[in-house]
């Protein structure tokens, strides 16, 4: 995997420059039959005539990267509980050899003059990390493009191509439930899954050239004056959180921290422990809830912990529904991050 130095802060109201700040690498992801190539063959032919229609020419070169472009089947992602032995699913080396492949092929093209169209489920967030470490390797950042599809929806969809193509198109109903439970949704928090923009199921075409219009001013860099705003529901976010954001970042993770410790005293190994939400809520406010593990945690383990979450975070990188992130926000995501890195780890 690329060694990938962090980057300083970024935001989303940043100016463009033509190609020097732009993104030339489009990351699609979804669930396993949400519509993933349909919408990657709608950016490609928007991006397609964005680019023929420019004036002056533009200077970009477009490619569309796939299972399909690169001859991966999808038996390669067949991971289903009831045909295959713990050791074979736990290896899957088809799968790491089919990442290897489109990773070559990503490479081979990208550069601060093309644009790049990854399609596919690109679930695991850390595929998405390593190709995020490639671009910016490369000075061509990435962006996400993720399909939203209703879990039912993307079921009935497989199901109905099960039924009425032979199979071919579809997933086993096993490997189909075992992609959905695998899947890591994007989180904008992070450097590698953002800026962040998203087209559902339900969009028709005009929102959905709406938000390729979006993509497309992030990657070309059309207005160095513009402002990008990916969608409705992404705002800028503002890193003064009733101080400075680092300032706050570090002051409620070492807060969640020592809480952490004391309850686990009073706990013993395991169980849960509840943290108030605001720092300083002991008078049963809103809690957080975090699951501790079968042994108990020390203060240097509860650190690395902690300078990870930091690390990922320090940035100031963050899409927000509303407003500012609020320091209780920061506590929720810490500890959520907790609770994920505890289950992990085992």
Same mark, same amino acid.
């Given at each position: 995997?690329?060694?990938?130095?962090?980057?300083?802060?970024?935001?989303?109201?940043?100016?463009?420059?033509?190609?020097? #700040?732009?993104?030339?690498?489009?990351?699609?992801?979804?669930?396993?039959? *949400?519509?993933?190539?349909?919408?990657?063959?709608?950016?490609?032919? %928007?991006?397609?005539?964005?680019?023929?229609?420019?004036?002056?020419? *533009?200077?970009?070169?477009?490619?569309?990267?796939?299972?399909?472009?690169? *001859?991966?089947? !999808?038996?390669?992602?067949?991971?289903?509980?009831?045909?295959?032995?713990?050791?074979?699913?736990?290896?899957?080396?088809?799968?790491?050899?089919? !990442?290897?492949?489109?990773?070559?092929? /990503?490479?081979?093209?990208?550069?601060?003059?093309?644009?790049?169209?990854?399609?596919?489920?690109?679930?695991?967030?850390?595929?998405?990390?390593?190709?995020?470490?490639?671009?910016?390797?490369?000075?061509?950042?990435?962006?996400?493009?993720?399909?939203?599809?209703? /879990?039912?929806?993307?079921?009935?969809?497989?199901?109905?191509?099960?039924?009425? @193509?032979? +199979? &071919?198109?579809?997933?086993?109903? +096993? #490997?189909?439930?075992?992609? /959905? $439970? !695998?899947?890591? @949704?994007?989180?904008?928090?992070?450097?590698?899954?953002?800026?962040? $923009?998203? &087209?559902?199921?339900?969009?028709?075409?005009?929102?959905?050239?709406?938000?390729?219009?979006?993509?497309?001013?992030?990657?070309? +860099?059309?207005?160095?004056?513009?402002?990008?705003?990916?969608?409705?529901?992404?705002?800028? !976010?503002?890193?003064?959180?009733?101080?400075?954001?680092?300032?706050?970042?570090?002051?409620?993770?070492?807060?969640?921290?020592?809480?952490?410790?004391?309850?686990?005293?009073?706990? +013993?190994?395991?169980?849960?422990?509840?943290?108030?939400?605001?720092?300083?809520?002991?008078?049963?406010?809103?809690?957080?809830?975090?699951?501790?593990?079968?042994?108990?945690?020390?203060?240097?383990?509860?650190?690395? %912990?902690?300078?990870? $979450?930091?690390?990922?975070?320090?940035?100031?990188?963050?899409?927000?529904?509303?407003?500012?992130?609020?320091?209780?926000?920061?506590?929720?995501?810490?500890?959520?991050?907790? #609770?994920?890195?505890? @289950?992990?780890?085992?």
């Amino acid at each position: 995997m690329p060694v990938c130095p962090p980057p300083p802060p970024l935001t989303i109201n940043y100016q463009l420059d033509h190609l020097t #700040n732009s993104y030339q690498l489009i990351i699609l992801t979804g669930l396993p039959t *949400s519509g993933k190539s349909h919408r990657a063959a709608q950016l490609q032919t %928007y991006l397609a005539e964005r680019i023929a229609s420019s004036n002056p020419p *533009s200077p970009y070169r477009l490619h569309l990267i796939s299972d399909e472009t690169q *001859s991966v089947s !999808r038996t390669v992602y067949d991971l289903d509980p009831s045909s295959l032995p713990a050791h074979v699913r736990s290896a899957n080396a088809s799968e790491k050899d089919a !990442r290897a492949s489109i990773y070559a092929a /990503v490479k081979r093209v990208l550069s601060p003059k093309d644009i790049v169209i990854l399609d596919g489920m690109n679930y695991i967030k850390g595929w998405r990390y390593q190709l995020h470490c490639e671009a910016k390797n490369l000075a061509t950042p990435s962006v996400i493009l993720q399909i939203g599809c209703p /879990v039912d929806k993307a079921r009935e969809i497989n199901e109905e191509r099960l039924r009425t @193509e032979g +199979g &071919v198109e579809g997933y086993s109903t +096993g #490997n189909w439930d075992n992609l /959905v $439970f !695998r899947y890591e @949704e994007p989180n904008p928090m992070t450097r590698w899954d953002s800026p962040l $923009f998203t &087209v559902i199921w339900d969009d028709d075409e005009e929102q959905a050239r709406r938000v390729y219009e979006q993509i497309w001013d992030s990657v070309a +860099g059309e207005g160095a004056k513009k402002k990008v705003i990916p969608n409705k529901s992404t705002v800028q !976010r503002d890193k003064d959180p009733g101080g400075d954001y680092l300032y706050v970042l570090e002051k409620e993770t070492q807060d969640i921290v020592k809480r952490i410790l004391e309850k686990q005293n009073e706990a +013993g190994e395991g169980g849960t422990v509840r943290l108030p939400k605001v720092n300083g809520g002991d008078d049963g406010g809103e809690e957080l809830v975090l699951e501790l593990p079968g042994r108990k945690l020390g203060l240097a383990q509860l650190q690395r %912990y902690r300078r990870a $979450f930091v690390g990922l975070n320090r940035g100031g990188i963050g899409l927000e529904e509303v407003g500012k992130l609020a320091a209780g926000r920061l506590r929720e995501s810490f500890v959520g991050y907790l #609770n994920d890195a505890f @289950e992990k780890d085992g």
